[in-house]
Protein backbone atom coordinates (compact mmCIF):
# COMPACT_ATOMS: atom_id res chain seq x y z
CA UNK A 1 0.00 0.00 0.00
CA UNK A 2 1.71 3.57 -0.76
CA UNK A 3 2.01 6.17 2.04
CA UNK A 4 0.94 8.87 -0.66
CA UNK A 5 -1.91 9.75 1.56
CA UNK A 6 -0.87 10.34 5.61
CA UNK A 7 -3.12 11.75 8.31
CA UNK A 8 -1.95 12.50 11.73
CA UNK A 9 -3.61 13.24 14.63
CA UNK A 10 -3.29 14.80 17.61
CA UNK A 11 -5.01 15.80 20.56
CA UNK A 12 -4.55 18.05 24.00
CA UNK A 13 -6.36 18.46 26.91
CA UNK A 14 -6.27 21.29 29.49
CA UNK A 15 -8.80 21.11 31.99
CA UNK A 16 -12.44 21.12 30.27
CA UNK A 17 -10.95 22.22 27.03
CA UNK A 18 -9.69 19.25 24.53
CA UNK A 19 -8.04 20.49 21.51
CA UNK A 20 -7.74 18.68 18.58
CA UNK A 21 -5.54 18.60 15.45
CA UNK A 22 -5.00 17.37 12.02
CA UNK A 23 -2.68 17.56 9.74
CA UNK A 24 -3.09 15.81 6.31
CA UNK A 25 -0.38 15.21 3.69
CA UNK A 26 -1.09 14.43 -0.04
CA UNK A 27 1.95 13.11 -2.05
CA UNK A 28 1.02 12.41 -5.62
CA UNK A 29 4.51 10.84 -6.27
CA UNK A 30 5.24 7.27 -4.21
CA UNK A 31 8.24 7.61 -1.41
CA UNK A 32 11.58 7.25 -2.27
CA UNK A 33 11.54 3.36 -0.86
CA UNK A 34 8.42 2.07 -2.90
CA UNK A 35 10.23 3.48 -6.01
CA UNK A 36 13.00 1.59 -5.39
CA UNK A 37 11.02 -1.37 -5.16
CA UNK A 38 8.90 -0.26 -8.40
CA UNK A 39 12.51 -0.29 -10.28
CA UNK A 40 13.54 -3.64 -8.75
CA UNK A 41 10.38 -5.13 -10.61
CA UNK A 42 10.77 -2.90 -13.64
CA UNK A 43 13.80 -0.40 -14.07
CA UNK A 44 12.31 2.03 -16.71
CA UNK A 45 8.96 2.57 -14.11
CA UNK A 46 10.86 5.04 -11.91
CA UNK A 47 11.07 7.07 -15.35
CA UNK A 48 7.74 6.55 -16.64
CA UNK A 49 6.19 7.89 -13.34
CA UNK A 50 8.72 11.26 -13.04
CA UNK A 51 7.13 11.84 -16.88
CA UNK A 52 3.59 11.35 -15.74
CA UNK A 53 3.96 13.54 -12.90
CA UNK A 54 5.95 16.58 -15.06
CA UNK A 55 3.17 16.08 -17.44
CA UNK A 56 0.43 16.08 -14.97
CA UNK A 57 2.01 18.86 -13.21
CA UNK A 58 2.67 20.50 -16.62
CA UNK A 59 -1.16 19.73 -17.91
CA UNK A 60 -2.82 21.47 -14.43
CA UNK A 61 -0.81 25.17 -14.78
CA UNK A 62 -1.93 25.17 -18.17
CA UNK A 63 -5.35 24.88 -17.31
CA UNK A 64 -5.03 27.22 -14.45
CA UNK A 65 -3.54 29.65 -17.02
CA UNK A 66 -6.05 29.08 -19.45
CA UNK A 67 -9.01 29.63 -16.62
CA UNK A 68 -7.14 32.79 -15.85
CA UNK A 69 -7.12 34.30 -19.41
CA UNK A 70 -10.54 33.06 -20.19
CA UNK A 71 -11.95 34.83 -17.07
CA UNK A 72 -9.81 38.32 -18.04
CA UNK A 73 -11.24 37.83 -21.45
CA UNK A 74 -14.90 37.63 -19.95
CA UNK A 75 -14.17 41.17 -17.52
CA UNK A 76 -12.90 43.11 -20.76
CA UNK A 77 -15.74 42.18 -22.99
CA UNK A 78 -18.13 43.48 -19.90
CA UNK A 79 -16.17 46.49 -19.43
CA UNK A 80 -16.13 47.32 -23.10
CA UNK A 81 -19.99 46.36 -23.46
CA UNK A 82 -20.93 48.90 -20.48
CA UNK A 83 -18.61 51.68 -22.11
CA UNK A 84 -20.25 50.95 -25.50
CA UNK A 85 -24.07 51.30 -24.05
CA UNK A 86 -22.51 54.28 -21.73
CA UNK A 87 -21.26 55.99 -25.02
CA UNK A 88 -25.03 55.40 -26.94
CA UNK A 89 -27.10 56.53 -24.35
CA UNK A 90 -24.56 59.79 -24.32
CA UNK A 91 -25.57 60.12 -28.19
CA UNK A 92 -29.24 59.35 -27.86
CA UNK A 93 -29.32 61.91 -24.74
CA UNK A 94 -27.86 64.57 -27.25
CA UNK A 95 -29.80 63.87 -30.06
CA UNK A 96 -32.88 64.18 -27.60
CA UNK A 97 -32.01 67.04 -25.95
CA UNK A 98 -31.42 69.10 -29.57
CA UNK A 99 -34.57 67.73 -30.92
CA UNK A 100 -36.11 69.71 -27.81
CA UNK A 101 -33.94 72.56 -28.19
CA UNK A 102 -34.78 72.66 -32.26
CA UNK A 103 -38.72 72.45 -31.64
CA UNK A 104 -38.33 75.32 -29.15
CA UNK A 105 -36.46 77.38 -31.99
CA UNK A 106 -39.40 76.08 -34.51
CA UNK A 107 -42.42 77.20 -32.18
CA UNK A 108 -40.46 81.07 -31.69
CA UNK A 109 -39.22 81.16 -35.48
CA UNK A 110 -43.23 80.41 -36.28
CA UNK A 111 -44.40 82.98 -33.68
CA UNK A 112 -47.03 79.75 -32.04
CA UNK A 113 -47.59 82.17 -28.76
CA UNK A 114 -49.75 79.05 -27.38
CA UNK A 115 -47.63 77.53 -24.18
CA UNK A 116 -48.70 74.31 -24.99
CA UNK A 117 -45.72 73.44 -27.99
CA UNK A 118 -42.84 75.16 -25.66
CA UNK A 119 -43.96 72.51 -22.68
CA UNK A 120 -43.64 69.71 -24.73
CA UNK A 121 -40.34 70.96 -26.55
CA UNK A 122 -39.15 71.76 -22.79
CA UNK A 123 -39.74 68.24 -21.80
CA UNK A 124 -38.01 66.83 -24.74
CA UNK A 125 -35.28 68.87 -24.01
CA UNK A 126 -35.35 68.92 -20.26
CA UNK A 127 -36.40 64.96 -19.86
CA UNK A 128 -32.81 63.37 -20.81
CA UNK A 129 -30.83 65.75 -18.60
CA UNK A 130 -33.19 64.88 -15.52
CA UNK A 131 -32.66 61.28 -16.18
CA UNK A 132 -28.51 61.60 -16.49
CA UNK A 133 -28.54 63.23 -13.34
CA UNK A 134 -30.54 60.68 -11.19
CA UNK A 135 -28.30 57.77 -12.53
CA UNK A 136 -25.33 59.82 -11.59
CA UNK A 137 -26.88 60.13 -8.00
CA UNK A 138 -27.92 56.32 -8.04
CA UNK A 139 -24.23 55.58 -9.04
CA UNK A 140 -22.62 57.56 -6.08
Given at each position: ??????????QK???????????????????????????????????T????????????????????????????????????????????????????????????????????????????????????????????
Open positions: MSSAFKATHGTEGNVTQQASQIEISLLPNAAELQGYQAVNPVIVTVLQLFKDEQAHRHSMTRDSFEYETKQETKLIDNGIKHSKLGQWLSYSITLLGVGAVYCCIFAKITEPVPYIIAGLIAGTPTILGLIRNKKQT
